[in-house]
């Protein structure tokens, strides 16, 4: 059969609430012009992220059931330790409430002012907590990766020629740990080939730098892999996900992504001694290294969802179902990140309106509209996100590309709701002109897109 089909069918129903326009633009005004503030009940397709979203399986619904809510060695922390063991193959693993957590813990063990951490694409959490240790974080993607409308089969791979000179110029001492952010979320969830992690691995050991993941996508750079780079086609995703993890010497592990579950995480590492210091960290903030902020029953659902991720019938019908809704607005002349990632799509905002200059923020008033169209959330990733300042002066810089991700939840949204998509993103295509720009009224020191308030610009 031609047709992919969901592989999957539905158990439970949640209704979703249908708005109207005049309604929506009240809830906008409430939100501030900023999509996080709105309450989700407002929102008929919600795609700001795949993150902690996913429907839960029958499978994982009932191990619930089985969660041992110990303080210390429960059982559930065993079974999940088991899976992580098997599928991730390091030997310590600790887990956290999300992959923030296993961040904050890992830099604060590694990281110093005047470190500098290298990564394909520093996720804004994994930004954030190295900066806030007086660290820099410094981002090395291909050339390609800046380039919106160029294709390239692995566009998450870092630069490893930048790397190299960054290593020379700078000095291995000041470099704690190298990063890969597999798939490289920031722009595009573009994957990261295995060769490109080997010749980082083969940096690092040049130098004597331990590499480590931020592993939230790798069942499905996993399958980019098997999809895409000679000599994988007959391997499976289980084993090419050990294939990467082989190289690496730890991982960060946000759970809500390709763990399939609505909260967790994890750390990893071979080193014990390493290990004994972040979970001395652990249990200061999150809790006993056997349960590290989660109930029981959490750890029993990330086991069950790391096992159903690598279902390759599964990733076959996400991958197709993503692309479907890239290939139908692309061919419509809407300019998005190509090829289509792993987990959405971008619409590169900064080309389809080019009359705002970006420190009025497209890729914010693209999703706006979006959401005052079709009741549809996206995020933007561009000059709001990125918060970039200017090293000399303090003044807002735009930042390298402006774009609206549209994430999709595991296996929440059917066929349907995809076309529904693609018709509102169409009629705001149609309607690019009459879209005008925002500033913004208030925000915090960090992390500013979440909290932002913003007011529109006359067009
Ligand atoms: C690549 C990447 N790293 C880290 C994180 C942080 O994970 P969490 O939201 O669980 O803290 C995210 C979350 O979206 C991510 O996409």
Redesign the pocket.
């Known amino acids: 059969m031609k047709t992919i089909i969901e592989p999957f069918r539905v158990k439970v129903v949640e209704p979703v609430k249908m708005t109207t326009r005049p309604e929506r633009e009240a809830y906008l005004n409430e939100a501030f012009y900023n999509l996080f503030l709105l309450k989700a009940e407002n929102v008929i397709i919600d795609l700001l ?1 795949d ?2 979203t996913a429907a839960m399986s029958a499978g994982q619904w009932s191990a619930l059931m089985r969660g041992d809510e110990s303080y210390a060695g429960s059982t559930s922390f065993y079974t999940f330790e088991a899976v992580v063991r098997d599928i991730f193959g390091f030997k310590q693993v600790i887990p956290t409430h ?4 296993a ?1 904050r813990i890992l830099f604060s063990i590694m990281c110093k002012k005047g470190s500098i951490v290298p990564n394909n694409t520093h ?1 804004d ?2 930004r954030a907590n190295v900066e806030y240790l007086g660290a820099e974080a410094i981002d090395l993607p291909i050339p390609e990766f800046y380039q919106p409308a160029v294709t390239h089969p692995f566009k998450g791979n870092m630069d490893t020629e930048a790397l190299s000179q960054l290593i020379k110029r700078v000095g291995p001492e000041r470099i704690p740990l190298v990063m890969l ?1 597999v798939t490289n ?2 722009g595009g969830g573009q994957p990261v080939s295995m060769e490109n992690i080997r010749e980082v691995r083969s940096i690092c050991s040049r130098y004597g730098l331990p590499l480590y993941l ?1 592993a ?2 790798f069942a499905e750079n996993a399958y980019f892999i098997k999809l895409r780079e000679p000599g994988y086609a007959d391997k499976s995703v289980k084993e090419i996900a050990g294939e990467m993890f082989g190289l690496a010497d730890g991982c ?1 592990m ?4 390709d763990g399939l579950a609505n909260i967790g ?1 994890f750390l990893c590492t071979n080193d014990e001694s390493l290990a004994r210091q972040e979970k001395d960290l652990l249990i200061l903030t999150e809790g006993f290294p056997t349960y590290g902020g989660l109930a029981g029953r959490d750890l029993e659902a990330i086991a069950v969802g790391l096992e159903e991720i690598l279902h390759e019938d599964y990733l076959q019908y996400r991958f197709a179902s993503i692309r479907y809704l890239g290939e139908h607005i692309a061919n419509a002349g809407v300019p998005i990140v190509q090829p289509p990632g792993g987990h959405a799509i971008y619409i590169d905002a900064r080309s389809m309106l080019p009359h705002i200059p970006a420190l009025q923020y497209p890729g914010q008033a693209l999703a706006i509209e979006l959401y005052r169209e079709a009741g549809i959330r996206s995020c933007e990733i561009g000059t709001v996100m990125h918060a970039e300042k200017h090293p000399d002066t303090g003044e807002e810089m735009p930042s390298a590309m402006d774009l609206v991700r549209l994430a999709i939840p595991h296996r929440v949204y059917m066929q349907s709701h995809i076309d529904y998509v693609v018709e509102a993103i169409l009629e705001v295509y149609d309607r690019r002109q009459s879209i005008g720009g925002y500033r913004i009224t208030k925000q915090p020191q960090f992390l500013r897109h979440f909290t932002a308030q913003f007011e529109p610009l006359e067009n």
């Open positions: 992220t993150s902690g999300q992959g923030r957590a961040e996720f959490t994994t952010t979320n920031s931020d939230c996508r960060t946000s759970a809500k992504k995480g």
